[in-house]
Nanobody
Framework: QVQLVESGGGLVQAGGSLTLSCAAS????????MGWYRQAPGNRRQLVAR????????????HYADFAKGRFTISRDNTQNTIDLQMNSLKPEDTTVYYC??????????????WGQGTQVNVSS
């Protein structure tokens, strides 16, 4: 079992910055991908409507959603099993809940994705 704890959400004015952090703990064997999704802004009825924000592989390879490119930066510490998401130039449309995830692998078994509880980001205009 792997637990993910997120921190760093909050309220910020448009144009401001926030850093989200996520720490994985528990019986960790190997974590391949880690990253962040967010609840699709404005889509409160569809609980499964999450959109990828950014992900980072164990080797440091990153991928960003188009809306995150140039504004958000994801980083990772493999020794601590943590990731950070630096978010700059925030916009009101970035307001939503952000979820951390980690893909845990044990030997040849398929990876299992764990999720954090989510952290709220509010950007005021």
């Amino acid at each position: 079992q792997v637990q993910l704890v997120e921190s760093g959400g909050g309220l910020v004015q448009a144009g401001g910055s926030l850093t989200l952090s996520c720490a994985a703990s528990g019986n960790i064997v190997e974590i391949s991908n880690m990253g962040w999704y967010r609840q699709a802004p404005g889509n409160r009825r569809q609980l499964v409507a999450r959109q990828l924000v950014a992900r980072i592989n164990r080797d440091g390879t990153t991928h960003y959603a188009d809306f995150a490119k140039g504004r958000f930066t994801i980083s990772r510490d493999n020794t601590q099993n943590t990731i950070d998401l630096q978010m700059n130039s925030l916009k009101p449309e970035d307001t939503t809940v952000y979820y951390c995830y980690a893909d845990h692998k044990i030997g040849v078994n398929p990876e299992f994705r764990y999720w954090g509880q989510g952290t709220q980001v509010n950007v005021s205009s």
